[in-house]
């Protein structure tokens, strides 16, 4: 069963960031950028895990989230970004995918393609001290 990571029993003040992948190597790639960037990082596997985390962690500041991650029907790309963006409007949002661009995403939110890069990564923390 999925279950939140509890939160770090004493933030260092990094900015909180949330990753989303369901393959292992794409999720910790990108935990790791994100890492480097300069962010405290938590991961989630599915649809489920992100969600529960999202309402655990009012902290948060900043979520990745795979396009192609089906929150309810499978096939339906960036159903769980769409998600994200209207329970919490207050996150800064980033759709990653492998294939093309979205082409419409909900205000605010950013596509990259995978893999994030370093840059990508030190933009989104820049964003957020603005």
Known sequence: MD?????????????????????TAARIETADRL????F??????????????????AGLR????????PLILPGARFALTCEIARRRPDLVLIA????????TLPAG?????????????REALAQLCM
């Open 3 to 23: 279950l939140p990571v509890p939160p770090a029993p004493n933030g260092d003040g990094r900015p909180l960031a949330l990753v989303v992948e369901s393959e």
């Open 40 to 57: 405290e990082v938590l991961e989630a596997w599915s649809a489920q895990s992100a969600l529960l985390q999202i309402e655990r962690h």
């Open 109 to 121: 939110v950013r596509f990259a393609a995978k893999p994030l890069t370093p840059a990508f990564a």
């Open 35 to 38: 890492a480097e960037a300069g």
């Open 62 to 69: 900043l979520v990745v989230v795979d396009a192609d991650l």
């Open 96 to 103: 990653l995918s492998a294939g093309l661009s979205p082409g």
